[in-house]
């Protein structure tokens, strides 16, 4: 998934996720909230390099994974309105089908990512 994104592949990206696949992201922001299905997951990701005007990039550091969970640490840096930002995060993964059906993202510095994704 990270190398696909990497390399500029949402759609690779999105033939991992299920139809009917929620991403969830704390906080009070942009990107903030639950994201219902691969369209809600695809306007949340065009969202964010619109944003960032393609400066977004994030980079795999860790993981641990069986078949059904998968626990990702991964650094990502993006700028946006005279903004840098460079952070760890972690993802918690649930599969089903060999598919992502759950995303759950954990922020280093909560404060500092709704402070970069700020309405």
């Given at each position: 998934m990270y190398d696909l994104i990497g390399n500029g592949d949402p759609t690779g990206y999105l033939d991992l996720i299920a139809d009917d696949a929620i991403f969830h992201i704390g906080g009070d922001s942009i990107?903030?909230?639950?994201?219902?299905?691969?369209?809600a997951?695809?306007?949340?990701?065009?969202?964010?390099?619109?944003?960032?005007?393609?400066?977004?990039?994030?980079?795999?550091?860790?993981v641990?994974?069986?078949?059904s969970y998968s626990v990702t640490l991964h650094r990502w840096t993006a700028e946006r309105r005279g903004e840098r930002v460079e952070m760890d995060n972690f993802i918690v993964?649930?599969?089903e089908r060999g598919l992502v059906?759950?995303?759950?993202?954990?922020?280093?510095?909560?404060?500092a990512h709704d402070a970069f994704w700020r309405r």
């Amino acid at each position: 998934m990270y190398d696909l994104i990497g390399n500029g592949d949402p759609t690779g990206y999105l033939d991992l996720i299920a139809d009917d696949a929620i991403f969830h992201i704390g906080g009070d922001s942009i990107v903030a909230g639950e994201h219902r299905g691969k369209d809600a997951i695809s306007r949340l990701g065009m969202l964010v390099l619109e944003e960032t005007g393609g400066t977004f990039q994030t980079g795999l550091l860790s993981v641990q994974a069986n078949d059904s969970y998968s626990v990702t640490l991964h650094r990502w840096t993006a700028e946006r309105r005279g903004e840098r930002v460079e952070m760890d995060n972690f993802i918690v993964y649930g599969f089903e089908r060999g598919l992502v059906v759950e995303r759950w993202e954990y922020v280093a510095d909560q404060r500092a990512h709704d402070a970069f994704w700020r309405r």
